[in-house]
């Protein structure tokens, strides 16, 4: 059945939805979408550093998605100013990564897969990079689940119950490049972020409790995915943008519902 | 409980908690300078000042949130603290319930959470939203929350600061109930004189340093805290008419607080 590049298909955008389901709530609750953008965007940064020292690409994406997931959350510590500074790094990482990209001819020619995915070549060992990928940072979050949520609520709170909100911030960050490392090759460079975000912010209309968003994300995510790739094959569309108009689609559609 | 400098050493006598000349500084900036105190058991102390006085960054260095600079921080080894922050803004993108946020950090029972609000006076409120509650129910389900850990010691920031004048002295009703029924310790916050003065065993009059201490009825004919509050010569008559403004809860803002005049160095 794994023959059927539609099936792995499908099983990527699925496996994918189970780590931004969760992931996107808190990027929402905490304001971290343009934070989630900076950090997908230096993965093509990461591509290119991958090609130049023959690292395995998923290696080099993680690499520099971390870092600069790091770099951010530091600067914010440090009370930069967040607009600024990441509209400056967010933007930077990718030109950089654009350019660093186009030294290598193989790259260039096929720079529109990293831009924005190519979940219809996702192979076997792909395919089980993104569920070992989605379900270790599925297993972080519910982990530190509880913890999460307390220093997302009231750093004072957190802090007062002898939890350390720095720690849980990491927490996320660490993450969110996992994700990124993962959702390249399936959703590109360009809409990681947006698959965060759509689902999740979809998902508050229902939502009575952290955790429901967090499931309900979950499942309008695989729901996108399964959906963009019906859309990708039927109009031949490009298959990540598709999936991001489905997760538009429902976003519309539910925003719609609430106010009824 | 995060690690404290000097946590778990020996305290003085039977003390919950104290603190022993400390100073906190912010850059160069001395917030706090020279404070020693302590809270036993059982007690309700409040901690009184002027805006900028440095009484949030107290209960907060108490608390393991603020360094210490200088001096030390005591706690009976395994203290039991519950912590009321002054404010609590949920984003709006959260949805969570008041029996949900019950269970932050620690997962309580049903059967708990039911009985935490039914002490603070919101049974029966845990399906609403935490969004949508009013400043004095914020503080009442914050206040259960606290208790839910069943604390030797309550820390309380301004609890009554969203709050009318009949939920302020509802609200500190509400703390000496708990107090009475849990035996646990109270050490708040205020920046105002007359309710808190009440309701109080102890008062701690601040403003850098410890101006002056000991009960409300020493403490309100200090000179310090008469010149920290601006009271002077006519101090009775501003108490009194302060607490007469109070009584009409009529929304006006309350212009007739006393001076916050005073010349401590």
Not at chain 2, 203 to 225: D, F, K, M, Q, W
Request: hydrophobic share 50%; with cysteine.
């Amino acid at each position: 059945m794994l023959d059927d590049f539609l099936v792995r298909a499908g099983l990527a955008a699925v496996g994918l939805s189970l780590a931004t389901g969760p992931l996107g709530s808190f990027v929402i609750w905490r304001r971290m979408a343009y934070f989630g953008d900076a950090t997908a965007h230096a993965a093509v940064l990461g591509v290119a550093l991958a090609l130049a020292t023959d690292l395995p690409i998923g290696l080099g994406t993680l690499t520099v998605a971390l870092a600069m997931a790091v770099t951010v959350a530091g600067l914010s510590a440090r009370g930069w100013a967040m607009d600024t500074t990441l509209g400056v790094l967010a933007h930077s990482a990718l030109a950089f990564g654009l350019v660093a990209v186009s030294f290598f001819p193989a790259v260039r020619t096929d720079l529109s897969s990293y831009l924005f995915g190519d979940i219809l070549a996702v192979s076997r060992s792909e395919l089980g990079l993104v569920w070992l990928g989605s379900l270790t940072v599925l297993g972080l979050l519910v982990w530190r689940w509880q913890k999460l949520l307390t220093a997302t609520l009231s750093e004072d709170l957190a802090h007062a119950a002898g939890i350390d909100p720095n720690r849980e911030r990491l927490v996320l960050v660490i993450a969110l490049a996992l994700v990124v490392a993962v959702a390249l090759k399936i959703v590109g460079a360009l809409l990681i972020a947006a698959m965060l975000i759509i689902p999740a912010a979809a998902a508050r209309s229902f939502a009575r409790t952290p955790e429901s968003m967090a499931v309900t994300a979950i499942i309008l995510g695989a729901v996108s995915g399964l959906g963009g790739l019906g859309l990708s094959l039927w109009q031949d569309t490009p298959t990540g943008p598709s999936i991001i108009v489905v997760a538009a689609a429902l976003f519309a559609v539910t925003s719609v519902v609430r106010r009824i | 409980m995060p690690e404290l400098p000097g946590a778990g050493m020996s305290l003085p006598g039977t003390a919950l908690i104290a603190a022993e000349h400390v100073c906190v500084r912010f850059g160069a900036d001395e917030v706090l300078h020279d404070i020693s105190l302590k809270v036993e058991p059982g007690e309700i102390v409040t901690i009184l000042g002027p805006n900028g006085s440095g009484k949030s960054t107290l209960l907060r260095a108490l608390l393991g949130i603020v360094p210490v600079a200088e001096g030390r921080l005591l706690r009976r080894a395994g203290l039991r603290i519950g912590y009321v922050p002054q404010r609590l803004t949920i984003d709006r993108t959260m949805p969570i319930t008041v029996r949900r946020f019950l269970s932050l950090p620690t997962r309580v029972t049903d059967r708990a959470a039911a009985d935490a609000l039914a002490r603070v006076g919101m049974a029966g409120q845990e399906a609403e939203q935490m969004t949508t509650l009013s400043g004095g129910q914020l503080q009442r389900v914050l206040l259960a929350r606290a208790l839910l850990g069943k604390p030797q010691l309550l820390m309380l920031d301004e609890p009554t600061s969203g709050l009318d004048q009949p939920g302020e002295a509802a609200f500190y009703r509400l703390i000496e109930e708990v107090r009475h029924q849990t035996g646990a310790a109270v050490l708040m916050i205020s920046h105002d004189l007359h309710v808190v003065m009440a309701a109080s065993d102890r008062v701690i009059c601040l403003n850098g340093h410890i101006c002056c201490e000991g009960t409300p009825r020493v403490v309100s004919t200090a000179p310090e805290y008469r010149a920290l509050f601006g009271l002077g010569t006519q101090g009775a008559l501003a108490l009194y008419r302060h607490e007469h403004d109070h009584d009409h809860d009529d929304g006006h803002p309350h212009h007739h607080r006393p001076q916050h005049e005073h010349d401590h160095a």
